[in-house]
């Protein structure tokens, strides 16, 4: 079983919905969860991150986690076609002395006008 | 602005053939990385470097191989490219602060495929 588990979609959606993307984990000693969106031929960016549980708001981005449970949410409101991308969680842990990142296989949203 | 860059957008190599794929960043970045991404499989690390000459393998290592000789500079080589390694190469760099806070950088890839 993969540490991280996302469902690849995709996910379509028209302008303006709220936009949930979910992904669950298994590694207790995940400390940073983050969540990287890649545009179709780019590489992957840092959209945002929470350090162990709760929420955090960046403009029409939030992100959840809850550890209890070991599950991690973006939430997009207004969705727009911009929006439209491939969104990876990513959790993060040290390992030896090293940080290891562990991703998702990533979430793909169209958003249509 | 941050930047890592990769040598080809765009690479068509031949059964057999050795391959080189470069990455280069301007962060004065201790760590880098090479992922392979594929449809159905995700981000895959192949190998990591914590520091200069220091290299790591990751997930996938079997079948490359990686050098780094310079901070700023990671390569990537393919001994002898199969048709199983035609993939988006991504190639990353990260700051080392030894907590597990892990924002890596990302080129735009390299769209490889091997005939």
């Known amino acids: 079983q993969k540490e991280v588990e996302q469902d690849p979609g995709p996910l379509s959606v028209p302008e303006g919905a709220i936009v949930s993307l979910n992904c669950t984990y298994s590694?207790?000693?995940?400390?940073?969860f983050m969540w990287y969106r890649q545009y179709s031929r780019k590489g992957p960016e840092l959209l945002m991150y929470t350090y162990s549980s709760g929420n955090k708001e960046d403009g029409r981005f939030t992100a959840q986690v809850d550890k209890s449970s070991k599950y991690i949410s973006l939430f997009i409101r207004d969705s727009q076609p911009s929006d439209s991308a491939t969104y990876l969680c990513a959790s993060s842990a040290m390992n030896s002395g090293y940080s290891t990142l562990t991703f998702g296989k990533g979430t793909m949203l169209l958003v249509s006008p | 602005d941050v930047k890592v860059t990769q040598s080809s957008r765009y690479l068509v190599k031949r059964t057999g053939e050795k391959v080189f794929l470069e990455c280069v960043q301007d962060?004065?970045?201790?760590?880098m990385f090479w992922y392979r991404q594929d449809p159905g499989l995700g981000l895959r690390l192949i190998y990591f470097s914590y520091d200069v000459k220091m290299k790591e393998k990751g997930d996938i290592p079997e079948g490359y191989s990686v050098s780094r000789e310079k901070k700023e500079r990671f390569s990537l080589i393919l001994e002898s490219a199969s048709t199983n390694q035609t993939s988006m190469y991504l190639c990353?760099?990260?700051?080392?602060?030894?907590?597990?806070?892990?924002?890596?950088?990302f080129g735009p890839g390299t769209r490889l495929t091997v005939l």
């Open positions: 590694n207790s000693a995940f400390q940073y």
């Open positions: 990353a760099s990260r700051n080392s602060d030894f907590t597990a806070y892990n924002e890596q950088f």
């Open positions: 962060m004065d970045h201790e760590n």
